[in-house]
């Protein structure tokens, strides 16, 4: 206790560093610069970056990214996975367009019973997980299969593409006076919904105490297993969604719509700073990293590198995104430890 | 005699508690020693020295009269001295032959392991301790007491002359332990020095010849059983002056706020009934194992029950639905505070408004530093030592973290707080602020249920101790009644007083 003489009380009260440097040498603002970076360079040294199109078609590929990294963000972050979601995406596109085959016309329709299968595939991995207590990992490998095997069992090699035009044309027009497709206020109207109950919710606080140790959480009073279900079955509609727009950009359902889409949202998720042993991470660097792994695949598409090429850029990105964060929170105690009050803080802490 | 092995003087600090101060014990070869004392004597401590997991701070450890330092496990079991635990390691899905020789099998041409060797030497050892086990079936499903032999086994394989067994009959049925007594006395009887720590004083004088008492770390005396009581013993235990008061305030106890009624997990409580007024401190004593947490637990929903029921202020509580239990005004401090208690990563701020999270909200939404002002405010009235709200809890000193569990929870303000330990390990100042905070909240009528292994504190703090000995209610003293030797004899099953 003799150590407490070495706290002087008037700087114990000491602020708290201002946002904006705890900002800067965050991972969140490592990757937006990485964006800012690749797109500048990008634009100036290969043709067609940088040009309206090329934009739209970022955006298109995007979204379903986007759509799915949302909720996957949140699941990672309590230490779970789901490796199911391109195949409930392709589940969805199949049963949709058999849906329509089989003279289903109204939209509404359509859309309501594709989220409403999504949920339900979802809430099939939720019961695998919570109920009878199995690992994420395994039983969503397990159902990445299954889904998938029922898409072909819905749509055989069939291609459904007779949609209304108004439907496909729809689905990617742009905003008056812009190229960007109007699907993009959705998902941001969706990513602030994910936002909010992530950062502002008491769901959202259950999620990281969840992550970071569930024992504690339990003894806290938050409903783990519940909250893990629920998060399984959003990430199912959400999954169903990009199904839909998938269908429709297309124009055609098939078996095989948004194959190995899975590793592209995971792969999104850790680079944008979430942990995959739970309880780190957040939205904002998860959205920069779905941009910047984007721009970086069709950039090097329109500079003509192979495509085997792009897949070992994307793995490197990845390796790097699991040891990145940890580089930077590494390097960040380190400092803080060199400071001297804190030294003296933390001898008390014994 | 020489003693086998001999420890004298032996200190051992682990940061600021001292669990060993001037520890002496002395085995001799053919002789059963029993080891008791209190929970926190420093049985297991000693235990983990003799085993060599730990070294000693000052002292010396003799064999045979030779000072020896032990800088591994592997060292003391080159030495002679084998540890069979109350629950066995085995590998499950081994065989007993390998699990007997795990990391010594013998070897035949190539450095193969020769199998039949193996086998050979089991049956050996089996028939040495007249059990018959095979030595080709896995360990997993033999029973606690077969594993026991197994570790008997592994510990003759080596020549162990010195075998230390720490409660090894806590989960053993009366006929387990009669064979496990045969084994141990043969052994003792072919010359080997044996150990034995229980808290059952029927098996120590069934079994041993000399018996060593502890107490906060300290010899305390060694006699021949032939010269003891089972009441000198329990009373050589606890001897010792309740010289430090805790404040307690008295109260008048108002309705009753928590009623338990019948409560039963198989395996872990049986048949637990009690109830507790607001403005009331009950003490759930009892030694460690008898299922005071587990009722606890179960109270607060973490776990399920088997039957009975659960009241606070007279509505029945949903079993297994620990929001729901917040919900009707119970809080729970768990005993580990740092797997149950917190969430180390997350700051003090997030961990103290976690169980109010939804309390703080508006419209389901957290906003405008509701949770901050808060934890603030908590933080300031327990005194927690911080620089910041935003740090990890993992920042703070043990004392400190345990401030930030009880502001977590008197900030949901409960009307029945369960607390499990409320003082382990922080220190002496702390803990009587945290024995202050208990008196002031059962005055403003809350009803408190502590669960505490430190006697002093039970006896300073509590309007009535309910003792438990394994998984049963055995006694309800009141206040004035209450002292160490009424408890301890309760607690050890040696009086089963009228609840």
Known sequence: ?350 | MLPVLALEGVDKSFGAVAALRDARLELHAGEAHALVGENGAGKSTLVKILAGVHGPDAGRLLLDGQPVAFGSPADARAAGIAVIYQEPTLFPDLSVAENIFMGRQPLKGLRRIDASAMRERTNELFGRLGVQIDPDRPARGLSIADQQLVEIAKALSFDARVLVMDEPTAALSGVEVERLFAVARALRDDGAAILFISHRFDEVFALCQRVTVMRDGRWIATDEIGNLTVDGVVRTMVGRDISALFPKLETEPGEVRLTVDGLTRHGYFDDVSFTVRGGEIVALAGLVGAGRSEVARAIFGIDRYDAGQVHVDGRRLRPGDPPAAIAAGLALVPEDRRQQGLVMELSIERNATLPRRWALSRLGLLFGGSERRSAADWAKRLQVKAARNTDPVSTLSGGNQQKVVLAKWLSTEPRVLMIDEPTRGIDVGTKSEVHRLLSQLASEGVAVLMVSSELPEVLGMADRVLVMHEGRLVADIPRDQADEESVMFAATGQREAAA
């Open chain 1, 1 to 350: 206790m003799a150590t407490d003489t070495l706290v002087d009380p008037a700087r114990t009260a000491e602020a708290a560093p201002p946002a904006w440097r705890r900002l800067l040498g965050s991972w969140d603002a490592i990757l937006i610069l990485a964006l800012l970076v690749v797109v500048l360079v990008a634009s100036a040294t290969i043709e067609g970056v940088g040009s309206p199109r090329f934009y739209r078609f970022l955006v298109l590929e995007a979204i379903p990214i986007a759509l799915i990294a949302l909720p996957m963000t949140l699941v990672i972050i309590t230490g779970e996975i789901d490796l199911s979601v391109a195949s409930t995406v392709g589940l969805t596109c199949s049963v949709l367009g058999q849906l329509w085959y089989l003279g289903v016309t109204s939209l509404p329709v359509l859309i309501v019973l594709s989220l409403l299968l999504g949920a339900m595939l979802g809430a099939v991995n939720g019961v695998f997980i919570t109920v009878f207590g199995l690992p994420s990992l395994a039983v969503t490998i397990g159902t990445l299969a299954l889904y998938r095997g029922l898409a072909y069992v819905v749509l055989g090699d069939r291609a459904i593409a007779d949609y209304p035009q108004a439907w496909t044309q729809n689905a990617v027009a742009p905003i008056p006076g812009t190229v960007i497709p109007w699907f993009v206020l959705v998902l941001a109207a969706l990513a602030v919904v994910f936002g909010v109950l992530l950062y502002a919710t008491p769901i959202g606080r259950s999620l990281y105490a969840i992550g970071n140790n569930a024992d504690a959480s339990t003894f806290a009073g938050v409903s783990v297993l519940r909250t893990k279900f629920w998060l399984f079955v959003a990430t199912g509609a959400m999954a169903a969604l990009a199904g839909v727009f998938w269908t429709f950009r297309f124009a055609s359902a098939r078996a095989d719509n948004a194959t190995g889409l899975e590793l592209a949202v995971v792969a999104a998720v850790l680079l944008g700073g979430v942990s995959i042993f739970g309880g780190r991470g957040g939205l904002v660097g998860v959205l920069a990293a779905v941009a910047l792994l984007g721009v970086l695949r069709n950039s090097l598409q329109l500079a003509d590198v192979p495509a085997n090429a792009l897949t070992i850029v994307t793995g490197t990105l990845l390796i790097l995104s699991v040891v990145g964060p940890n580089v930077v929170r590494m390097t960040r105690d380190r400092l803080r430890r060199r400071r001297p009050l804190t030294t003296a803080l933390e001898r008390t802490s014994s």
